[in-house]
C-alpha cells in the first residue's frame, strides 16, 4: 500500500496540480492519497481472487485509483 501511496503522490502532484492544490488547501491531500491506495489495495485483491492476473489487475487498479489521468487546459 506504501508505494501505491508515494506513486499517488507523485503523479497527482505532477500530473493534477490544480487538484492537489485544491486537496491541500483543504488539509485532506494526505486522507485522500491513503484511501486511493486502500481502494487499489481492496480492489486488487477482490481482481486476484477472481482469477485475474497479477500484471492485469495492477494495472486495471493503478489506471483507477492512482495514475489518473493528466488534467488539461479544458479542466481549469
Not at 4 to 13: G, I, L, P, S
Not at 31 to 53: F, H, P, W
Request: net charge negative; charged share 30%.
Amino acid at each position: 500500500m506504501i508505494v501505491f501511496e508515494a506513486m499517488a503522490r507523485k503523479h497527482w502532484t505532477k500530473h493534477l496540480p490544480a487538484m492537489t492544490a485544491g486537496l491541500k488547501s483543504e488539509g485532506i491531500f494526505e486522507e485522500t492519497v491513503k484511501e486511493a491506495a486502500e481502494q487499489a489495495v481492496t480492489e486488487l485483491d477482490g481482481l486476484l481472487r477472481s482469477g485475474v492476473g497479477m500484471q492485469g489487475a495492477r494495472e486495471i487498479v493503478l489506471q483507477e485509483y492512482i495514475l489518473l489521468p493528466p488534467e488539461t487546459d479544458d479542466d481549469d
